[in-house]
């Protein structure tokens, strides 16, 4: 089901047109609103008459999250308070939230790509959805929640948590589909199973999962746990919040709404932009946003962009499945590894169950790996031969994949603390340690 079909299966010439008319408005929007763009293009001796194309973007200055948290709360608004009619912020693990503001208009945007978004996953009128996204300064609740009613579909806003309720009503209500972290979905599969709920009497067919990063090797995992198709959504506060790009049918890579955001991938270390299907850190251009318009934010989320039509028809551009972002990416000994890389590897053997963590230490001025696998319930085993031959294989597996040698702790089921938002897969004591 396609929700916009003008836009979405546009010609990339009509596209570019709309982005163009869009891209020079916005310019003109942060510069005459935003003293800290003004001042950007000062610095860097540009004048806003010599911005006349899109083409020119790649030389425009990148926007940064301490930029955000720099001009906090609301130093980056091209509109008054008074026009402002929500606001959301991200937590931020040190100092200040960043936060983002909406005009009425940005919310009808905002509801616009959702609906897309979910129609990607043909939901419609006729389903029952199960927000379990948290509610709140998150925009994971309310942004799939407005979509949803864009859509017409029936929206059970039940936030994050409380495991048994979400089954119950799962039940009860009939929903058809889940929007939840993929963590939480993994949970949600296993606690359906454990409670011994009959799938017969579940209508679910379709998750809408993000907000975190999350493997093929996951996805099969959550589709088997709960008997559903599992889509991918993509999005982040500063730009909109969830709806910045989704997954349609074909699950070949998620379809970006460049009409309201234009994607760049760019080398994180150069900054010089990448051409399509190379992987490096995605920046985003918002053209449409009134309240607060980002011009080449980076995201340092790790990915490609392609450009071919999809299967499906749409030909907005497509990302890759991010596979982390670069500041989770941990050094260990010098090797380079995405917390998802493991993921892959774990989920690749049927033994162990979507739960995992990895802590890292230093010791003797040697970075340590070690990674705790809870083993899937029906592997495991009273038998220390037994699981000693596992954990060797495992550790092999990542040695073999990786490059690099980690200690493997298996651990019993249930034993590692669910999430019921985005899962804290890493440990890093080495910055505890540094501070
Ligand atoms: O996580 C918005 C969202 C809510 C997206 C619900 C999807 C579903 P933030 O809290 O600002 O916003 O976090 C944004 O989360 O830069 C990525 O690192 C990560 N992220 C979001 N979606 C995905 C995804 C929301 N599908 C940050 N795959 C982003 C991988 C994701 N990482």
Redesign the pocket.
Same mark, same amino acid.
């Given at each position: 089901m396609i929700w916009n079909e003008f836009i979405e299966t546009a010609d990339k010439e009509r596209l570019k047109e709309i982005q163009n008319e869009r891209f020079i408005k916005m310019i003109e929007r942060i510069y005459y609103n935003v003293p800290f763009y003004r001042r950007k293009f000062n610095e860097a001796g540009i004048e806003l008459c010599d911005i006349k194309s899109i083409d020119q973007l790649k030389d425009l200055p990148f926007t940064e999250k301490t930029d955000l948290r720099d001009n906090y709360p609301f130093g980056l608004f091209t509109v008054p308070q008074n026009q402002i009619i929500r606001l959301h912020a991200?937590s931020g693990t040190t100092g200040k939230p960043t936060v983002v503001g909406y005009t009425r208009s940005d919310l009808h945007l905002w509801s616009e790509v959702v609906a897309r978004s979910l129609s990607m996953a043909n939901i419609g009128q006729d389903d029952v959805i199960q927000v379990a +996204?948290g509610y709140g300064l998150?925009? $994971?609740g309310l942004?799939?929640h407005y979509g949803a009613e864009k859509v017409g579909a029936s929206v059970i806003p039940i936030s994050g948590g409380n495991t048994k309720k979400q089954l119950q009503l799962m039940v009860d209500f009939g929903s058809t589909a889940i929007?939840c972290?993929p963590s939480y979905a993994a949970h949600l599969g296993e606690s359906l199973i454990s409670a011994g709920i009959d799938r017969k009497n579940i209508k679910l067919k379709a998750g809408?999962?993000?907000?975190?990063?999350?493997t093929n090797e996951l996805r099969k995992q959550v589709e088997n746990l709960l008997s559903i198709k599992a889509y991918?959504? +993509?999005?982040?506060?500063?730009i909109i $919040?969830?709806?910045?790009s989704m997954e349609c049918e074909s699950q070949n890579g998620?379809h970006i709404y460049e009409d309201h955001f234009i994607p760049e991938i760019i080398d994180p270390d150069t900054l010089e932009v990448l051409p399509y299907g190379e992987l490096g850190e995605l920046v985003f251009t918002t053209i449409t946003k009134e309240a607060m318009p980002l011009l080449r934010y980076r995201?340092?989320?790790l990915t490609r962009l392609h450009l071919e039509k999809c299967d499906c028809g749409r030909t907005l551009v497509r990302m890759d499945?991010?596979v982390?972002?670069s500041d989770d990416m941990l050094i260990i000994r010098g090797v380079n590894v995405f917390p998802s890389q493991i993921e892959a590897v774990l989920l690749e053997m049927s033994e162990a169950s979507p739960h995992y963590q990895l802590v890292v230490n230093r010791e003797n001025n040697l970075d340590t790996l070690e990674v705790n696998v809870e083993l899937d319930d029906h592997f495991w085993s009273d038998e220390i031969r037994t699981l000693e031959n596992l954990k060797k294989r495992i550790e092999h597996n990542i040695a073999s994949t990786l490059g690099v040698s980690a200690k493997v702790n298996l651990v019993e089921p249930f034993s590692i603390a669910r999430s019921e938002g985005?899962a804290q897969r890493v440990i890093d004591n080495r910055k505890k340690n540094q501070s």
């Open positions: 991200s +996204y998150f925009t $994971g942004g799939v929007a972290t809408i999962f993000g907000a975190e990063p999350w991918d959504i +993509y999005g982040l506060s500063e $919040g969830p709806g910045v998620m995201t340092h989320d499945k991010c982390g972002r985005k």
